[in-house]
């Protein structure tokens, strides 16, 4: 979690404006750690966690950084909370960043650097969620954005501005950064390299202990791992929904209405005629009437127009008025719509020459009578006025909403039942529901209803003009660690794991010794009296396992980063066992520089030298503009944000 978050988020603005303007540095923000060297004062103050040279870090820029960017990771993660978040090291993550940033800022200043505010304007203006209707920049835009991520003005203009040093400073360090031929063709081999060897698994379950804890032992183990039981926040939404049903029926549109909407709309009911047209176009009326002529007697407008070194062209179906206007020419359209289908039409010129017209096809639509069109009328009239009753319906129930009106009046006054959810999480998941999920109509205005407070009604569209939606929060269960009587057996089961690892790493240690002695790891590992799983045989090259991507199991990787003749051990993640890993032999790789995999070797190891050459120009800076952390500060922060007295 902490290692997507360390990648996607490096602003105190969050996603919708980092990715605007981060863009082309977010690799040089990837990583790092900030030490605190103790050395420069100043940094003593209740009010601040941080002196990065002369510039303070406050509490409130902490703890405004870290709100942000859990509101931010709960885009990607719904169910995350404050409490998971901290707990996970996220804190200490942001803190580190914010270091970070401070440091570069003060050392661009240092030397000279700017970004000026017309800079920073021009930055302002190029993100996308800034811009209004017509895709300017919109400055009630602006405004709403930022009052929707409690931001300011200046702290904005901060960040960019922040960004925009950082961009002068970190791209020049790292660009254009190659790695030399031999060096790529020494990695690329790499990928050719086959390694044999074997991984035995020392589950924790074959080593846990039978009885139960006693109570000490298992308040010690809840205790130690508190950050493993904590419960998302979960919340009830009391709703109810409507669509236009609830207006019954309306009045049917009387007979003056129906006439006056034909009158409206005359032209739509009038007959009309559209025409499908093949044309040519040509210099002199000789030549538009000799073509004429000619396919009017059985020839072929095609022919001749290839002939005459010219292409038509098809057009339609299309009115004649339309087709006036494409052409700009009305004495033309007067002429192809007089002429009978399957014929050539009189030449007639507009400013592009003589048109040879060919009538291809004639569709004439007769009109409609007032009695005719009356019940199309009618359909129409009815479902305007549906659609204008229930529209006025939902701002009724908006401004109601607006003003304080109870769930249950509007409610009573729609006529319909209030339903309430069982507990949710922000994912839309029922609470220990066992994969039950919230009704889909509630769907939309989730996110909406886990940023709300206690009985304060919303109104939604859920499907803009037919279905509404109005919701309000109950019962909200912010996130906290489980009391230990809740989740007993849980633990229990966690600390029987827990000793089993403890059980699986001394047995480890002594197959390693056994293996050190000479035993064949098959001999050292049946030595244990305990029933294990068959150890497994590897025989495999880098591309095999390039092959899983990023999910390389952990014991494979470090087979593939052994000395040949070694053995390691591997501990398992969340007390799930021990791994010990034994490789016997290695066979060299060989690749030529005209080999594919050379250049893609070449192009990734160029990139890791951009990054490292970054992260080494950032850690100087950090050690020469230095900096200094309040540990009481921080930790008042981390109390403010998970509610701890």
Do not use: C
């Not at 031999?182 to 690329?188: I, S």
């Not at 002529?293 to 299309?318: C, F, M």
């Not at 006054?413 to 509630?442: F, K, S």
């Not at 660690?481 to 699986?504: C, H, M, T």
Request: cysteine-free; overall charge negative.
């Amino acid at each position: 979690m902490i290692t997507f978050f360390r990648r996607f988020f490096q602003s105190k603005i969050g996603i919708a404006v980092t990715l605007a303007f981060l863009g082309l540095i977010a690799f040089a923000f990837a990583s790092a750690d900030v030490s605190s060297t103790g050395t420069f004062g100043g940094v003593s103050g209740g009010d601040r966690v941080a002196v990065v040279g002369d510039k303070k870090i406050s509490t409130s820029d902490l703890s405004r950084a870290a709100s942000n960017a859990v509101d931010s990771m709960r885009q990607q993660n719904p169910t995350i909370s404050t409490e998971e978040f901290i707990g996970q090291g996220g804190l200490q993550q942001v803190l580190d960043q914010l270091l970070e940033q401070t440091a570069i800022s003060g050392f661009a200043e240092k030397y000279g650097l700017r970004a000026g505010t017309n800079l920073v304007n021009s930055e302002i203006m190029s993100i996308p969620v800034f811009r209004g209707a017509d895709g300017n920049f919109d400055e009630d835009a602006y405004r709403q954005a930022l009052a929707q991520r409690g931001l300011t003005d200046a702290s904005v203009r901060d960040e960019l501005r922040n960004g925009l040093l950082a961009k002068q400073i970190l791209l020049p360090a790292s660009y254009g950064a190659t790695a030399p031929d031999k060096f790529a063709v020494q990695y690329a081999s790499l990928l050719r390299e086959t390694r044999s060897g074997a991984i035995a698994l020392l589950p924790a379950p074959a080593f846990a202990p039978e009885n139960d804890p006693t109570d000490p032992q298992l308040q010690e183990y809840y205790d130690e791992n508190q950050a493993d039981f904590i419960r998302p926040e979960r919340r009830t939404i009391r709703y109810l929904s409507f669509d236009d049903s609830v207006v019954g029926d309306l009045a049917t549109p009387t007979a003056e209405e129906v006439a006056a909407r034909y009158e409206e709309n005359s032209e739509a009911f009038a007959a009309s005629e559209q025409r499908t047209v093949t044309q040519m176009i040509v210099s002199t009326q000789e030549a538009a009437n000799a073509i004429r002529d000619r396919v009017n007697s059985g020839g072929s407008l095609a022919v001749a127009a290839r002939e005459a070194g010219l292409q038509t062209a098809q057009i339609g179906p299309i009115s004649q008025a339309d087709y006036a206007a494409q052409i700009s020419s009305s004495t033309v359209a007067d002429a192809v719509f007089a002429a009978a289908e399957g014929t050539v039409a009189e030449p007639a010129r507009s400013g592009l020459g003589f048109h040879v017209v060919l009538i291809d096809d004639v569709t004439s639509t007769a009109g409609k009578s007032l009695d005719q069109a009356r019940a199309e009328i009618t359909a129409a009239l009815t479902e305007e006025k549906r659609q204008t009753a229930i529209a006025d319906l939902s701002a009724d129930i908006e401004e109601k909403v607006d003003s304080g009106i109870a769930l249950s009046d509007i409610a009573q006054e729609l006529g319909v039942d209030i339903a309430t959810t069982r507990p949710v999480t922000g994912d839309g998941a029922v609470y220990e529901g066992q994969g039950e999920t919230i009704p889909q109509v509630l769907g939309p205005a989730l996110q909406t209803a886990f940023q709300m407070e206690e009985g304060k009604p919303q109104l939604a569209a859920i499907v803009p003009g037919q279905l509404f939606l109005v919701f309000e929060v109950g019962q909200i269960t912010r996130s906290a660690v489980a009391p230990l009587a809740d989740i007993r057996d849980r633990a229990i089961v966690g600390w029987k794991l827990s000793e089993g690892s403890s059980q699986a790493r001394a047995a480890v240690d002594r197959i390693m010794e056994r293996i050190k002695g000479g035993a064949a790891i098959n001999a050292a590992v049946a030595a244990e009296d305990v029933t294990l799983p068959p150890i497994d045989s590897i025989n495999m090259n880098r591309e095999q396992l390039a092959q899983a991507g990023q999910q390389v199991p952990a014991p494979l990787a470090l087979l593939f980063s052994m000395a040949e003749g070694t053995t390691k051990k591997l501990e398992g993640p969340r007390n799930a066992g021990w791994f010990v890993v034994r490789l016997d032999d290695i066979e060299a790789g060989t690749v030529a520089e005209g080999d594919p995999i050379f250049a893609q070797t070449k192009q990734q190891i160029s990139s890791a030298l951009q990054e490292e050459f970054g992260e080494q120009l950032r850690t100087a800076i950090k050690a020469e503009i230095g900096s200094e952390t309040n540990e009481a500060a921080i930790e008042a922060v981390r109390k403010q944000l998970t509610g701890e007295q």
